[in-house]
């Protein structure tokens, strides 16, 4: 019997619409000639619909997603609706009740990319950012007062807690054990006198109990600057939400650019699905056009595989992406080329192949 994944889609905004469709059929390809099959069901939950109902997802979209074994998400976000309706009204929601505490966003100069940094080579450049994806910066805790007055003033609290900061920090070193062993932790306990100090604290619990693994921390501010200057010198990286967000769009930045970063949502239990996406938003500036890089959806599409438990179908979607950006044909306007997006999602379909 062929096994069968229930797959949500949420294709979202903008981009997030093009990308997802390459990427279902380089999924699709996968999943066929390695004997299993994907059952897509596709929900409108984005934007356009919050300004048609007033709700980025409906009242039940948590219930009705939780029954699905993964979700395939394009991005969210578009001009005239607000930044922080679209993060609070779907992304944050299902990050959080889901359980997905592990934002996952592997980091490689791809072959045949050129990185900003010239003269680096795939090798030098491989990296993995752990960020904190439940908690932390990301918090509706604080209020906005006197308002319109002269005094006014917002507040704006972070929540850190024992059982996030040390499940983040554990998942990071046992990552690590399977990859060079070499852990650096992004603090800032010299800015943030109470959240950084107790985030430091449990990395140093936790490192002890890991006699094995190189363990480091570096402030956020000279950590992105190593990023650039240094990023030979890094393997894992864990980060609370907020920093993690910021470095792996920088670190993004210094491999093939935002459209070829996959990140993962991920609930290591199990019990609830995960949620796989690009790192990269709707970018309504190319939005429309068909010109968007489909390569970091297609690889969020190969995380999503290597979660189901479909190692092999991965790796097939990783080496067909790795062989078109070799062969250098076929080019988004990003990678310097002039093909669209659907002649590069069907390029890696034909590598595929
Ligand atoms: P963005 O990632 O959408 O775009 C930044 C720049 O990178 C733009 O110039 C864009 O054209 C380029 N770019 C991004 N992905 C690309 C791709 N695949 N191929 C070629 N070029 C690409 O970030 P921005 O502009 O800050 O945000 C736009 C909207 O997306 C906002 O509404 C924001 O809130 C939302 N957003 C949503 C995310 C999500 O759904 N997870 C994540 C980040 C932003
Ligand atoms: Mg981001």
Known sequence: MTSSYRIA?????????????EARK???RAAASHGFSLSWQEFDWSCERYT?????????????????????????????????VSLWGLLIPVRRAFGQYVNLRPVRLLPGTTSALAGRSADELEMVIVRENSEGEYSEIGGRHNRGLGNEFVLQESVF???????????????AKTRTGRVCSATKSNGLIHSMP???????EISSEYPD?????CHVDALAARMVQAPDRLDVVVASNLFGDILS??????????GMAPSGNINPTGELPSMFEAVHGSAPDIAGQGIANPVAQILAGAMLLEHLGETV??????????????????QTPDLGGKSTTAELGSAVVAALS
């Open 26 to 28: 380089v999924l699709d």
């Open 52 to 84: 048609k109902t007033g709700s980025m997802m409906p009242d039940d979209g948590i219930e009705r997603l939780s029954r699905f074994d993964g979700i395939f998400l394009g991005a969210v976000g578009f001009p005239g609706v607000p930044d922080h």
């Open 213 to 217: 693994v190189h363990a480091e921390q």
């Open 161 to 175: 807690t024992r059982v996030g900061v040390e499940r983040i920090i554990r998942y990071a070193f046992e990552l």
């Open 198 to 204: 107790f985030w430091d604290e449990i990395f140093a």
């Open 9 to 21: 889609s949420i294709p979202g905004d903008g981009i997030g619409v093009d990308v997802t469709v």
């Open 249 to 258: 769009d920088l670190a993004a930045a210094v491999t093939g650019g935002l």
């Open 313 to 330: 179908a991965a790796q097939d979607v990783r080496a067909a992406v790795e062989k078109v950006l070799e062969e250098g044909t076929v």
